[in-house]
């Protein structure tokens, strides 16, 4: 059964940055897509990037030119660095498998102060 454990939420400032990692395990990681999701209390789980097994990248506009996904496949690890964090970035952060069918993990939870 494939685990996924994010790491790497804390407290930041507004206009800080930090970096949360996601390791997958019992996944042949290298040829799935991995993408973050993020979700605010009360509301909606909504998603915010996507890297491709071949390396390509998408993001959500909210966060487009200030986040960056990558991963490194030897580690089974997909990150996400997040600079110029803003309020509205406080959310619980999760990893998702693309096109396969996994349990949500327990997420890290990142709170920028004003």
């Known amino acids: 059964q494939v685990r996924l454990v994010e790491s790497g939420g804390g407290l930041v400032q507004a206009g800080g940055s930090l970096r949360l990692s996601c390791t997958a395990s019992?996944?042949?990681?290298?040829?799935?897509?991995m993408a973050w999701y993020r979700q605010a209390p009360g509301k909606q789980r909504d998603w915010v990037a996507t890297?491709?097994?071949?390396?390509?990248?998408i993001y959500s506009n909210s966060v487009k030119g200030r986040f960056t996904i990558s991963r490194d496949n030897a580690k089974n690890t997909v990150y996400l660095q997040m600079n110029s964090l803003k309020p509205e970035d406080t959310a619980s952060y999760y990893c998702?498998?693309?096109?396969?069918?996994?349990?949500w993990g327990q997420g890290t939870q990142v709170t920028v102060s004003s």
């Open positions: 998702k498998v693309v096109q396969y069918p996994t349990s």
């Open positions: 019992e996944l042949v990681f290298n040829i799935y897509g």
């Open positions: 890297i491709t097994s071949g390396g390509s990248t």
